[in-house]
């Protein structure tokens, strides 16, 4: 029986213990993680690239001109009349420097007694004032409105606005009788007294009119007196003008002093010493285009006549387009030689790189790929050769060769190309192409160019170049140190 109990209790102690767990097994990195981590140390890198990294300064390839000219410089001349003062005095102008008049127009008067004629002119004004008052009051055309109005806008309805009528007409009728009045004070010694001071003052004043048409100009230099009819080249240019008159700003003005000039038409000539490529230029030559340079314009001119004079030859242009130089006597310009368009870019950054010739002969095609056949031996080839087709992308074809960079993934120097008749070809050529590197798409890479003409500083390429350079790309400023495929961002 003890037996059977300590069996029992033994039975109840297993019942009562509790099933252990089994611990999680450990698990490994999951493909999310991964990708986490792979991104991290991605944003690492351009973080880091960026910091060490080295600005690269970039121009945006655009449109432009280079011009082969010659600056020149050459006296203005025109048909111009100066108008000088009649008397001594103070001017008084109404028209401003560069105005268009019509002959006979007011251009200035003189006042040969200055406040004196002031003090006139007020006396007279007030006299004016008082004859005007009087005959404008003294008319019955306000009692004919007054009554024109009513008569028109009487309306039964508003009967009691007759009474407005009549004040109305009270007011007019006294005015007319101050005006009456006023009308008797003004005697014949007031009348003798206006007619006294407007004789005064005519004979203080002395009004300047154009004697023609054309465009007013306040500024004297004494080139006035030069003509292209009889004109004298040695003496135009010995010329020493004075320092320029500015009559507008004079306060005084001298009897026989010039007061303003007139320039009657819109030609003008400009006269400069001509150089050894102009006179090449020129010759057989009816007209030239030239740039003024203040006004950043090109136009046509007629070539009027070539003067030689002590062993130098001088210029003549003829210009009938009118511009607003009336303050110029000299003139810069341009003789615009040859002119070039095109993509415009600076010298710095023009670069040269290596490429290797194949002939025509050996391009062959797959589908619609450009290529060669290029045959590589080994012992592990069967026959101890193999042919490989390498497609051909960049490149630059001149008659009967191509241009294709050397590479070390696709063609070098000494690759052996398959032609199309079966022989053998070695490459062995090599020649240097001019180009730019262009980073649009965050690396650099190199385009070809093809150059028109260079300057200075710029350069003009051909704008539809195969492979090449087109508007707005961006372009290193500076290709000293610049290499193909080099990740910038």
């Known amino acids: ?87 001594d005095g103070m001017a008084s102008y109404y028209v401003p420097e560069g105005d268009k008049i019509n002959i006979d127009s007011i251009v200035c008067m003189i006042d040969s007694n200055g406040n004196y004629t002031a003090e006139i002119k007020k006396d007279l004004n007030y006299i004016n004032d008082k004859l005007a008052y009087a005959n404008n009051c003294n008319s019955h055309e306000d ?4 009554l024109y109005t009513y008569t028109m806008n009487y309306d039964n309805d508003t009967f009691g606005n007759i009474y407005e009528f009549k004040n109305n007409m009270k007011d007019t009728v006294s005015n007319i009788t101050q005006s009456l009045y006023i009308h008797d004070q003004l005697d014949l010694d007031t009348i003798r007294s206006k007619e006294l001071l407007e004789s005064q003052i005519n004979n203080n004043i002395s009004i300047i009119k154009a004697m023609k048409s054309g465009v007013i100009s306040y500024r004297i230099d004494g080139y006035e007196n030069f003509s292209i009819d009889n004109l004298d080249i040695q003496s135009l240019f010995d010329f020493k003008s004075e320092e320029e008159i500015y009559t507008y700003k004079q306060e005084t003005i001298k009897k026989d002093s010039p007061l303003f000039k007139i320039i009657d038409n819109d030609k003008w000539y400009v006269v400069c010493e001509m150089k050894d490529d102009l006179t090449d230029f020129i010759q057989g030559k009816d007209n030239i285009s030239i740039n003024i340079i203040e006004k950043d314009v090109t136009i046509k001119t007629k070539v009027y006549d070539i003067v030689q004079k002590n062993k130098k030859e001088y210029l003549i242009l003829e210009i009938d387009r009118y511009f607003d130089l009336i303050k110029n006597r000299k003139i810069k310009f341009r003789v615009v030689y040859e002119q070039y368009d095109g993509i415009k870019i600076p010298k710095t950054a023009v670069a040269e790189k290596e490429f290797i010739r194949i002939p025509k002969s050996c391009i062959a095609k797959k589908g619609n790929n450009e290529g060669v056949l290029k045959k590589t031996y080994g012992e592990n080839f069967v026959g101890g050769e193999s042919v490989e087709f390498i497609k051909i992308g960049f490149k630059h074809i001149e008659e009967e060769s191509y241009y294709v960079p050397i590479s070390e993934e696709g063609l070098q120097l000494n690759d052996i190309l398959v032609d199309s008749t079966n022989n053998n070809y070695i490459i062995s050529e090599k020649k240097s192409l001019k180009g730019v590197y262009i980073i649009n798409k965050g690396y650099t890479n190199f385009k070809l160019i093809d150059e028109i003409y260079s300057a200075d500083s710029y350069i003009i390429v051909e704008t539809n170049t195969p492979y090449g350079i087109r508007i707005y790309d961006r372009v290193i400023a500076d ?7 080099v990740i910038l961002y």
């Open 479 to 485: 290709a000293s140190n610049a290499k193909e495929d």
């Open 1 to 87: 029986m003890e037996q059977n109990r300590r069996n029992s209790a033994q039975q109840n102690r297993s019942t009562n213990r509790r099933p252990k767990r089994k611990a999680p097994k450990s698990k490994g990195l999951g493909i999310g993680t991964f990708i986490y981590f792979f991104i991290f140390l991605y944003l690492i890198y351009n973080i880091i690239s960026f910091l060490i990294s080295n600005d690269v300064n970039y121009v945006s390839a655009e449109k432009g001109s280079i011009y082969n000219d010659e600056l020149f410089e050459g006296i203005i001349l025109r048909n111009e009349t100066v108008v000088k003062s009649t008397s």
């Open 143 to 146: 009692i004919k409105k007054n």
